[in-house]
């Protein structure tokens, strides 16, 4: 059974329709890049995933649950979308780190409101737990630091750690190197490359043509608000089948 299954989804902002019938679905363990052109609809469809947006129409089941019809009636309050967003962790290109906390408390945030809200609080587990993932990240000695003390590379690292401290089913990266020099982008980009080696299950959406193609398993090239090409990522780069998915690559590589 797939772990994410995306079926028909549809969002428009005023009279823009930004996602036109989009369906996908991934394996647990799975990294899928989605690639395309500004405009073409990718971070709105993270946004939709992660219920940060609303999708006007269609379906999105994670392990057969069904988070979202559009066709059925649902709680749309606040505690059932927090309940969903559990099922996925946002890394976004921004990092959005909370600057009055350290980078360790910016990964306990989540886990301590979560364990409050449930009554079953364990802040010597969540930080036990967050001391790892920033070990993980390579940054146990930028534990005590803030993100203005941190580089840009180590602000999104921390970000990553964040994201992972809920066990999330999903990551999800949004352009996770774009606000980043060239020299930094290479760091986060080892450590997505970890991740998947660890088949930790990812959708990435990036501009990293040549890291998209290594790291992950199925690519997803969007246009204009569509899903105009998908396959096994070295199939979709090395051999695309449709004309602008050629054009896209080329232009790129030149």
Known sequence: MSILEVRNIRKSFEHTEVLKDISFSMEQGQAVSIIGSSGS????L????????????GIIRVNGETLFDSAAAESRSDASIRKKRLHFGLVFQSFNLFPQYTALENVMLAPNLLSKESGTADRDAIRTR??????QMGLSDRTDRYPHQLSGGQQQRVAIARALALHP???CFDEPTSALDPELT???????????EQKTTMI???HEMSFARDVS???????????LEQGPSTELFDNPKMERTKQFLS????
């Open 41 to 44: 609809g990718k971070t709105t």
């Open 46 to 57: 993270l946004r939709c995933l992660n219920f940060l947006e609303t999708p006007d129409e």
């Open 130 to 135: 967050a001391l790892e993932l920033l070990d």
């Open 169 to 171: 089913d999903i990551l």
């Open 186 to 196: 290479g760091e986060v980009l080892r450590v997505i490359r970890s991740l998947a």
């Open 204 to 206: 990435i959406v990036t």
């Open 217 to 227: 398993d199925f690519a997803i090239f969007m246009d204009g608000g569509i899903i």
């Open 251 to 254: 232009a790129l590589q030149s």
